[in-house]
C-alpha cells in the first residue's frame, strides 16, 4: 500500500525491481582483488536485469503494487517507483532498503500421506503448518479457499494458519476428484494443501463381528487391547489441540463481539467524565501538597512517619541536643563521613531491609536543602554497586531495594519528578482514578471480600450473578440555611455505608478525600412523609441471621424504593451501628472483619466466603489454586473484556503521558539516563539489553509503577480493595511493557496478562522508544540539572523536618557507635580531618556521653 500525492496523475505507475544472478555475486566475490578499472567494473553491471509489475491507482493519496516476482537464483539490488519519467528510489523514502524474503512454506494437510485426504470435523477449524509465514505477510493479505467456497482466515502466526471452513462440505471445483481442496493464496503464490472430507457418522461404524471373531485368539486380544488404548489417547489429543485452537479463536470473537457493549459503555463514561474534567486541571485537581506527598513516599504505610513529628526533648536539654544535632549535620555534609557511615551500617549484621530504606529517607530529609551535593552523594554510592553487580550479573542491578543508595535513588526520582506529576502525569492518572472508581459502583461490590462485578482482576471477579437494580436516591443537602435536593445513583445491593460512600462522593464532588467528612461519623437516615424518619445501619437488630452467618443490611432489605428522600446526619453518641470495623490509612480502604466473630458469627455480604477456618492454611491456598486454574466461563471473561475496552482510552492516556517525549521529557530522567549510558560505557558492557534493564529498574519500576498502583501517593484520593484489584492489573501491564523478553501467552497465562496481550507490544514500542529518543538527545544536561537541583532544595527544604531526621539518625550511630567510630579511624583521610572525634564531641552534646575527647 502506497500512500502519498498526486498519485492519480499517473499514466503507467510501476514497481521495478534491479536484479542480478546469485552466481554472478560469487565471481565479483573472488574476482574483486583483479578488478583495477572501472571499466572492468561495468561488465559485471551489465549482467543486471529488471522486474516489474504494473500499480493500481486507488485514490490521489493511494496505490497498491503487488511485489514483482524474484526467483531464488536472483539476488536484489535496489527498488523504485517508475511513475512515467520520474524514478523514486524506495531508500530515499523509507531511509532504509526494501527486503525480500524467500517464499513461505506451507506444509500439506497430511504430511505423512499427501494423496489421502485430510479428516475434518464440522465445527472446528483447519490448522495449516509452514514457515515463515508472517515475514512479509500479514493476515488480511492471505485467503484460503475450500472447493468453491471461502475458508476464513482468522489467525496467522510465523508457523500456523487457521482457517474456519463452511459447516457444509464445499463442492470441488476439478473435475479429478469429488472432494474439495484447500488452496491458500499468499500474492502471487497458490499453494494446493490437499484434499479435505468432512467426517460424517456413516463413516464411524463398528468394527465388523466377523474381524471380531478372527481376533478370538489371547496374543491377539492383547496386541488390540493395546492398540485401541493408543488410539484413543491420539484421538482425546487431537480432540484438546483442536478445542484449544477454538478457545483462542472465541477469545478474539469474543473481544469483538464485546465492542458494541464496551462503546455504549465507553459513551455513558465519558458523559460522566465531561461533568468531571470541567473541575479538574487547575484547583479542582486534588494533588497533595508536597510535604504530604514527600511523607507517602519517603515514609510508605508508617502512622507517624518524622515529617509530622516534632523534636520531643526537655527543655533543659534542647538547646544542647540541638547544637549536637547541627554538628552532626556538618558531619553529613563530608563526603567521606557519610560514604563511610553508610556502608558502615550496610555491614551490620542487624541492620535489615527496612532499615535501609528508613535511613535513606531520613537522609534524604536531612539533606534535602543540598539537592545538589545530595546528588553527587548519590551517584558516588551507584557508581560502587556497578562494580559491584558487573562482577556477578550486571542485569540484577537496581531490581530491588537492597541498599541505602537504592531507595536514595527512589527519593530523588520522586523530589525531581513532582512537577512532572503536577503539570503532565496528574491529570491523566486522576481521569483513570476516576474512571475505574464510576465503573466500579456500577455494578455490586462485596463488602465483606473485596470482589466487584466490574473489575479487570479475576481474583476479585464477583462470579456469582447477583439480581440487583440501579435506583436514584434523593439526598437532602445542606447548603447554608436552604436545603436543597441532589440527586444520588446507588444500588439496591449496597450496604448502608456503601451508600454513605456514593452520596458524599456525590455532594463533594471534586474535593479531596480528606477534608470531607468520614461515613463513620454520619447516620443515613430515610425520611418519608412528615414524621416518618428511620436511622439505616449496617448491623442492627432486623439483621438476617442464617446459621453462624449474619448478613449485612442493604437498601434492598429495607425495602428502601427507587426515589426515596434520605439525608445524612452527624452520628449521635448513643447510636450503636456495629457495621463493619475500617481503618484508613493513606487514602486507603481496607475493610477489616474484626467483628465477625462476635457472637461466634461470621458477616456477609453478597457472597459468603468458601474459606472454611477449620481447613489448614497450606490446603486452602492449593484449593484457591485449583478454583482460579478452571477455565472461566465465557460470561465472565466478557465482563473483563467489557470492563478492560471501557477504561482502554484512560489507561492509554496514562501511559503517554508517562512515556511520550513530544515535550522534552524531565531534566532528571534525561540526566540519570545519560549518567547509566556513561557506567555502561566505562566498564565496557555493550549489551542494550542491560542498560535497558537499568533503565526501566531505576525509572519505570522503581517510581511509575508505585504511583500507578498507589495514586493516593499523589493526589487526595481514598482507594479501595476494588479500585487496587484493576489498578494492580494496569500497573502489571506497564511492567511488561518496560521487559525485554517476548511477551508469550498460552493457555496456562494468567487471565489478567490475555487480557492486554494485544496491547503490550504496542506499549513496548513506546519504551523503546522513549529510551531511544533521551539517548539520541544532545547531552550535557548536567549543568542544567545542577540549577534545577537548587531550585528544588530552595522551593522544598523548609517542608522538612531536618532536625527531627537528625535526631533519628543518631540513633544508628548511636546503635552501631563503636563501629562507625573504628571506620572513620581506619581511614588515613578520616584521621587528618579527625572525623571519629567530631562525632565524639556529638555524642557528648545529644547524649551527655563523657567520652575519651
Given at each position: ?20 544472478p546469485?552466481?554472478v ?14 571499466k572492468?567494473q ?32 536472483l539476488?536484489?539490488?535496489g ?7 520520474v ?9 532504509k ?25 464440522p ?6 503448518e509452514?514457515?515463515?509465514?508472517t ?10 479457499r ?7 482466515v ?50 464411524l ?6 474381524a ?11 496386541i ?13 489429543s ?76 526537655p ?7 540541638e547544637?549536637?544535632?547541627?554538628q552532626?549535620?556538618?558531619l ?13 551500617l ?19 530529609m ?6 545538589e ?34 531507595k ?27 474512571a ?44 447554608g ?5 441532589c ?12 451508600v454513605?460512600?456514593?452520596i458524599l ?5 471534586g ?5 470531607r467528612?468520614?461515613?463513620d ?38 425495602k ?29 480502604k ?19 466466603s ?54 522534552p521529557?524531565?531534566i ?12 555502561a ?9 542491560t542498560?535497558?534493564?537499568w ?12 504511583i ?36 508469550k ?23 523503546e ?73 556529638v ?11
Amino acid at each position: 500500500m502506497v500512500t502519498g500525492r498526486n498519485l492519480d496523475v499517473v499514466q503507467q505507475p510501476i514497481l521495478a525491481v534491479w536484479v542480478e544472478p546469485v552466481e554472478v555475486q560469487r565471481v565479483k566475490r573472488r574476482r574483486r582483488l583483479a578488478l583495477l578499472t572501472a571499466k572492468q567494473q561495468l561488465v559485471f553491471n551489465s549482467t543486471m536485469t529488471t522486474v516489474s509489475e504494473h500499480c493500481s491507482v486507488l485514490s490521489s493519496s493511494q496505490m497498491t503494487c503487488l511485489t514483482p516476482t524474484v526467483s531464488p537464483e536472483l539476488k536484489v539490488k535496489g527498488i523504485w517507483f517508475q511513475l512515467d519519467n520520474v524514478r523514486v528510489h524506495y531508500e530515499s523514502i523509507k531511509g532504509k532498503s526494501f527486503s525480500y524474503y524467500p517464499n513461505p512454506e506451507l506444509f500439506p494437510l497430511n504430511r505423512e500421506a499427501p494423496d489421502v485426504p485430510y479428516r475434518f470435523k464440522p465445527g472446528g477449524v483447519i490448522a495449516v503448518e509452514g514457515l515463515d509465514l508472517t515475514r512479509a505477510m500479514s493476515r488480511q493479505e492471505v485467503t484460503a479457499r475450500l472447493g468453491d467456497q471461502e475458508c476464513q482466515v482468522k489467525t496467522l502466526d510465523s508457523t500456523h494458519l487457521y482457517c474456519e471452513p463452511p459447516e457444509i462440505q464445499p463442492m470441488s471445483v476439478e473435475e479429478s476428484s469429488d472432494l474439495p481442496s484447500l488452496k491458500v493464496f499468499m500474492g502471487n503464490l497458490q499453494v494446493d494443501l490437499g484434499l479435505v472430507q468432512y467426517d460424517s457418522d456413516s463413516l464411524l461404524s463398528p468394527v465388523p463381528l466377523a474381524a471380531q471373531i478372527g481376533l478370538g485368539a489371547g496374543a491377539a486380544v492383547i496386541i488390540l487391547s493395546v492398540l485401541v488404548v493408543i488410539l484413543m489417547y491420539r484421538r482425546k489429543s487431537k480432540q484438546a489441540l483442536r478445542d484449544y485452537k477454538k478457545v483462542l479463536l472465541q477469545l478474539e470473537t469474543l473481544e469483538i463481539n464485546v465492542g458494541d457493549q464496551c462503546r455504549k459503555e465507553f459513551t455513558d463514561l465519558m458523559t460522566e467524565m465531561m461533568d468531571l474534567s470541567s473541575d479538574v486541571g487547575g484547583p479542582g485537581l486534588p494533588l497533595l501538597d508536597y510535604r504530604t506527598y514527600a511523607e507517602r513516599v519517603f515514609f510508605p504505610g508508617q502512622q507517624a512517619a518524622p515529617l509530622s513529628r516534632q523534636l520531643d526533648l526537655p527543655e533543659s536539654r534542647r538547646q544542647t541536643v540541638e547544637q549536637g544535632l547541627q554538628q552532626l549535620n556538618n558531619l553529613l555534609n563530608n563526603r567521606l563521613f557519610l560514604t563511610r557511615f553508610i556502608h558502615t551500617l550496610e555491614a551490620q549484621q542487624g541492620f535489615s531491609q527496612r532499615d535501609r530504606g528508613y535511613v535513606a529517607s531520613l537522609l534524604t530529609m536531612a539533606l534535602h536543602d543540598k539537592l545538589e551535593y545530595f546528588t553527587e552523594v548519590m551517584k558516588s554510592l551507584l557508581q560502587d554497586l556497578v562494580q559491584q553487580y558487573v562482577a556477578k550479573n550486571p542485569k540484577l542491578m537496581l531490581r530491588r531495594t537492597e541498599t541505602v543508595v537504592e531507595k536514595m535513588l527512589t527519593n530523588w526520582m520522586s523530589i525531581c519528578l513532582y512537577s512532572f506529576l503536577k503539570e503532565v502525569a496528574g491529570e491523566p492518572l486522576y481521569m483513570l482514578y476516576r474512571a475505574i472508581k464510576y465503573q466500579v459502583d456500577k455494578g455490586p461490590v462485596d463488602v465483606v471480600t473485596g470482589k466487584a462485578k466490574r473489575t479487570l482482576n479475576d481474583s476479585h471477579l464477583l462470579r456469582e450473578d447477583i439480581d440487583y437494580c440501579a435506583m436514584t436516591l434523593t439526598v437532602l443537602v445542606k447548603n447554608g440555611v436552604e436545603v436543597q435536593p441532589c440527586p444520588v445513583k446507588v444500588l439496591d445491593t449496597d450496604t448502608i455505608t456503601q451508600v454513605k460512600d456514593k452520596i458524599l462522593d456525590q455532594v463533594y464532588r471534586g474535593a479531596p478525600f480528606s477534608q470531607r467528612p468520614a461515613a463513620d461519623s454520619l447516620d443515613l437516615e430515610w425520611r418519608s412523609g412528615q414524621a416518618g424518619h428511620l436511622t439505616l445501619s449496617d448491623d442492627d437488630v432486623t439483621a438476617v441471621v442464617q446459621g453462624r452467618w449474619k448478613r449485612l443490611n442493604t437498601l434492598q432489605h429495607y425495602k428502601v424504593p427507587d426515589g426515596a428522600t434520605v439525608a445524612l446526619i452527624p452520628r449521635s453518641q448513643s447510636s450503636g451501628g456495629v457495621g463493619i470495623n475500617q481503618v484508613f490509612q493513606t487514602g486507603e480502604k481496607t475493610p477489616m472483619l474484626e467483628g465477625e466473630e462476635e457472637e461466634g458469627l461470621r458477616l456477609w455480604h453478597l457472597v459468603k466466603s468458601s474459606e472454611d477456618p477449620e481447613i489448614p492454611k497450606h490446603r486452602k491456598s492449593s484449593m484457591r489454586e485449583r478454583e482460579r486454574a478452571k477455565a472461566i466461563p465465557e460470561i465472565y471473561l466478557t465482563r473483563l473484556l467489557s470492563m478492560k475496552g471501557t477504561l482502554q482510552k484512560f489507561v492509554d492516556d496514562v501511559f503517554v503521558a508517562i512515556l511520550s517525549t513530544k515535550r522534552p521529557p524531565p531534566i532528571a530522567v534525561r540526566f540519570f539516563f545519560d549518567f547509566l549510558d556513561d557506567m555502561a560505557e566505562k566498564h565496557g558492557i555493550d549489551d542494550p539489553e542491560t542498560v535497558h534493564i537499568w533503565k526501566t529498574n531505576s525509572l519505570p519500576l522503581r517510581f511509575w509503577v508505585n504511583i500507578l498502583k498507589n495514586p493516593q501517593f499523589v493526589l487526595d484520593v481514598q482507594v479501595t480493595d476494588s479500585i487496587d484489584a484493576v489498578l494492580s492489573v494496569i500497573a502489571q501491564t506497564f511492567i511488561d511493557s518496560c521487559t525485554t523478553s517476548e511477551h508469550k501467552v498460552g493457555r496456562d497465562s494468567p487471565v489478567n496478562k490475555l487480557l492486554y496481550a494485544r496491547e503490550i507490544p504496542r506499549y513496548k514500542q513506546l519504551v523503546e522508544r522513549y529510551y531511544s529518543d533521551i539517548h539520541s538527545a544532545a547531552s550535557g544536561c548536567y549543568q542544567e540539572m545542577n540549577s534545577t537541583l537548587t531550585e528544588l532544595s530552595g522551593s522544598f527544604a523548609s517542608e522538612m523536618n531536618s532536625l527531627v531526621a537528625l535526631h533519628e539518625l543518631y540513633k544508628y550511630i548511636n546503635k552501631y557507635y563503636d563501629q562507625v567510630i573504628m571506620s572513620l579511624e581506619e581511614d588515613s583521610s578520616g584521621q587528618k580531618m579527625q572525623l571519629a572525634y567530631r562525632l565524639q564531641q556529638v555524642a557528648a552534646l545529644v547524649e551527655n556521653k563523657v567520652t575519651d575527647l
